[in-house]
């Protein structure tokens, strides 16, 4: 079953902060954060396991409650290039990825 | 460190004739995993691969769909006699092993006319 994204869609100022959240009925092992620009590939952002371990870009920061198999994106002070859609891809047993429909992201200087 | 590899980028096919996707992963890494997305839609999985074994295809149709990783060359996804409904943006993604992020390729459109 398809994760639950929210907000459907986003628009910041430049400098703005966002919060992108992930829900899933299912028990968890990973929780994978992308972003795609249009005609792009899917770019990796952050993976979160269970058990706490995280890995991606030290600019972007996220969270994995485990208990309500949840996760979040943050992204602050916005900039331009940080447009794009966002993807959450989760796994049940650490393998194929189930995404989102995504959150798209506006920013605007 | 090149990243994942696919070819070709674009790729026209009419009604009924075949489609193959090359996916050349990471180096260092063997599993391969393909991805379907359709205009404006997200990332649907189709098939999960290691070197010469397909370990999951719970998302590939079971008609006109195959895939396959030998032991030497790329990845191939192969669709025959394609339909227009088969349009779409194909991506593959490849990791070191299973449990960890995955990095996708720049994708196959393919368009059918």
């Known amino acids: 079953q398809q994760p639950v994204q929210s907000p459907q869609a986003v628009i910041l100022r430049e400098g703005e902060d966002a919060v992108i959240n992930c829900s899933s009925s299912k028990a968890l092992y990973s929780v994978h954060w992308y972003r795609q620009k249009h005609g792009e590939a899917p770019v990796f952002l952050m993976i979160l396991l269970k058990g706490g371990e995280q890995k991606g870009h030290d600019k972007i920061s996220a969270s994995f409650n485990e208990k309500k198999q949840q996760s979040s994106l943050y992204l602050t002070a916005s900039q331009l290039s940080y447009s794009g859609t966002y993807f959450c891809?989760?796994?049940?047993?650490?393998?194929?990825?189930?995404f989102g429909a995504g959150t798209i992201l506006r920013v605007k200087s | 460190n090149a990243g994942v590899m696919q070819n070709p980028r674009h790729l026209v096919r009419r009604r009924g004739q075949e489609a193959r996707l090359r996916c050349s992963p990471m180096?260092?890494?063997?599993?391969v995993y393909w991805y379907r997305q359709l205009p404006e839609e997200g990332l649907k999985f189709m098939v999960y691969l290691q070197k010469e074994n397909i370990i999951d295809e719970s998302g590939m149709p079971k008609e006109r769909f195959s895939a396959e990783f030998p032991k030497e060359g790329p990845s191939i996804l192969r669709i025959q006699q394609v339909v227009r409904g088969d349009s779409a943006a194909y991506f593959c993604a490849s990791s070191p092993a299973s449990y960890n992020e995955q990095f996708f390729g720049p994708g196959t459109r393919l368009t059918v006319l």
């Open positions: 891809g989760t796994s049940e047993y650490g393998n194929k990825l189930v």
């Open positions: 180096k260092g890494h063997s599993h």
